[in-house]
C-alpha cells in the first residue's frame, strides 16, 4: 500500500529521485543483514520500475543494522516490537 502512494507521488513530482533504503534488525550476523536489506531495498525498487517509475529516478540502498532507531544493537536483549522498529525501508528525497 505505502508504494503504491509512493507511486502516486513519484507521478506527481516527475523530476524528483529518491533512494529507498532498506534496514534490518541486530539479530543475524552484520554480513547477512547487510545482504537482506540490500535485496529489501533492490525489490521495493523492482516493483516500482514494474509500475512504470524510471529507473534513472530510482535508487535502492541496503543498511544491514547499521542504522537503528532505537537502541537494539548487538547483544542487547530488546522485545519483538523494539526489534521491529528497526525493520523498515524508507526514503529520501535525494533531488528535486
Do not use: W
Amino acid at each position: 500500500m505505502e508504494l503504491e502512494r509512493l507511486i502516486s507521488f513519484l507521478e506527481d513530482n516527475v523530476n524528483i529521485s529518491i533512494e529507498l533504503s532498506s534496514h534490518t534488525d541486530s539479530r543475524g550476523n552484520d554480513p547477512y543483514n547487510m545482504d537482506l536489506s540490500s535485496k529489501r531495498a533492490k525489490s521495493a525498487v523492482e516493483y516500482l520500475v514494474l509500475r512504470g517509475m524510471d529507473p534513472e529516478r530510482l535508487v535502492a540502498k541496503g543498511y544491514g543494522e547499521t542504522k537503528p532507531v532505537n537502541n537494539c544493537r548487538n547483544g542487547i536483549e530488546c522485545t519483538e516490537d523494539k526489534h521491529s522498529e528497526n525493520r523498515r525501508t524508507e526514503i529520501k528525497i535525494l533531488s528535486q
